[in-house]
């Protein structure tokens, strides 16, 4: 029905940078919030980033300053830029997005199926 697509995780050296995408497709009629998530061995998943409809941002305290939240609505995307990485930063990332399915329909919380991001020291 909906499907999230993550794309550009991978191994990087502490310092380094990356870009994850997120592309949202199939019965997509709009999308509202959407956001990355992160899920390291043995802890919870958590929040990372996350961008409203309108624009508004919100940001762990972990990666603020580091990394930057984008999105274009018109194309159901989610971007991720991460700069700066750091050992602690490795996880598995996830994108999450708000997704209206048809005219009157409630919108509903879709996920992809993650991106390895590792950073080694």
């Known amino acids: 029905q909906v499907q999230l697509v993550e794309s550009g995780g991978g191994l990087v050296q502490a310092g380094g940078s990356l870009r994850l995408s997120c592309a949202a497709s199939?019965?997509?009629?709009?999308?509202?919030?959407m956001g990355w998530y992160r899920q390291a061995p043995g802890k919870q998943r958590a929040l990372v980033a996350n961008?409203?409809?309108?624009?508004?941002?919100a940001y762990a305290d972990s990666v603020k300053g580091r990394f930057t939240i984008s999105r274009d609505s018109a194309k159901n995307t989610v971007s991720l830029q991460m700069n700066t990485l750091e050992p602690e930063d490795t996880a598995v990332y996830y994108c999450?997005?708000?997704?209206?399915?048809?005219?009157?329909?409630?919108?509903?919380?879709?996920w992809g199926r993650g991106t390895q991001v590792t950073v080694s020291s």
């Open positions: 999450k997005a708000e997704v209206q399915t048809a005219w009157g329909r409630r919108s509903s919380n879709f």
């Open positions: 199939g019965r997509v009629l709009s999308t509202g919030s």
């Open positions: 961008v409203t409809g309108g624009g508004t941002t």
